[in-house]
Structure formats: C-alpha cells, structure tokens
C-alpha cells in the first residue's frame, strides 16, 4: 500500500510563490507518473500538472508558466512549486502517484491567495 503525505500549503499573498511537497511511503516500486490536482467547493477535481519517470512535464493551461512540477527519486517526492499566485488558485492541492494497477491520494493541503 502506498501512503502519500503533502505539505507546504498555506496563506500567500497574491504575487506570491509557496512551494507544496509530498512524500510516498509504502510499495513504491510500481509508480511512475506523478501529478498533482486541485479542487475548490462545488467544482470538479482537476490536474493542475502532472510529471512522467523520465521526467516530462505537463500543465493546465491556467497554470503555465507560472507553476513547475518536479520529482526527486530518491526521496520518493514529488514538489509543486507555484509563483505569481492568484487569488483563483485558492484551493485544495492533492498529489497523485500512478501505478499500473491503481491510482494514490494524498489528503490534501489547502493554498488559499489573498487579493
């Protein structure tokens, strides 16, 4: 079983950057690609960026440019750095790990950007 714990969320000023993380523990020799999604009260969870083994990134087009997926191995992490935070990104951020069988959640940190 694989567990994944996120963390890094907060208050931010708009303009600002906050950087999320999560940690997997557990069966992690199945998983390959990583992502993280988001979602605010009464909408759909949507993929804000996912990252591949090899490293491809891809990205919501609400957030390109602005926020950078990123994966360390050998830590087992993945990481959401965001910059020029807007008060639209206010949500709660979830990571993801996929293995071929089944998909792994975190319980999410919340990012809430001021005006």
């Known amino acids: 079983q694989v567990q994944l714990m996120e963390s890094g969320g907060g208050l931010v000023q708009a303009g600002g950057s906050l950087r999320l993380s999560c940690v997997g523990s557990?069966?992690?020799?199945?998983?390959?690609?990583m992502a993280w999604y988001r979602q605010d009260p009464g909408k759909q969870r949507e993929v804000v960026a996912a990252?591949?083994?090899?490293?491809?990134?891809t990205y919501a087009d609400s957030v390109k440019g602005r926020f950078f997926i990123s994966r360390d191995n050998t830590k087992d992490t993945v990481y959401l750095q965001m910059n020029s935070l807007k008060p639209e990104d206010t949500a709660v951020y979830y990571c993801?790990?996929?293995?071929?069988?089944?998909?792994?959640w975190g319980e999410g940190t919340l990012v809430t950007v001021s005006s």
């Open positions: 990252i591949t083994g090899g490293g491809t990134t």
């Open positions: 557990g069966s992690m020799s199945g998983v390959n690609a």
């Open positions: 993801s790990f996929r293995t071929w069988s089944r998909d792994y």
